[in-house]
């Protein structure tokens, strides 16, 4: 079994900063994919960023510029640094992982962008 568990999320004036965390453990032999995703009331779960084991990076159009994805292999960590923050990123994000062919979901982290 894995658990995802993310931390980072707040209360931040646009413009601002964050930087979330995402730290997977239990039985893994190598993580394949981490993405963040994020869901707003009433919306589809979106991607926001993901990035493969070698380090292959996507993201999202609405966040390209702004925020980056990098990851800790030998930490089975992934980070999602987040600037020039906006009202519409106002979300819970979600963390994903992906080991062999399951995905591995945390329970999320508000993030929320005051104007």
């Known amino acids: 079994q894995v658990q995802v568990v993310e931390s980072g999320g707040g209360l931040v004036q646009a413009g601002g900063t964050l930087r979330l965390s995402c730290a997977a453990s239990?039985?893994?032999?190598?993580?394949?994919?981490m993405g963040w995703y994020r869901q707003a009331p009433g919306k589809q779960r979106e991607l926001v960023a993901g990035i493969t084991r070698g380090g292959i990076t996507d993201y999202a159009d609405s966040v390209k510029g702004r925020f980056t994805i990098s990851r800790d292999n030998a930490k089975n960590t992934v980070y999602l640094q987040m600037n020039s923050l906006k009202p519409e990123d106002t979300c819970v994000y979600y963390c994903?992982?992906?080991?062999?062919?399951?995905?591995?979901w945390g329970q999320g982290t508000q993030v929320t962008v005051s104007s």
């Open positions: 239990g039985t893994i032999f190598s993580i394949d994919y």
């Open positions: 994903m992982v992906k080991v062999r062919v399951i995905d591995y």
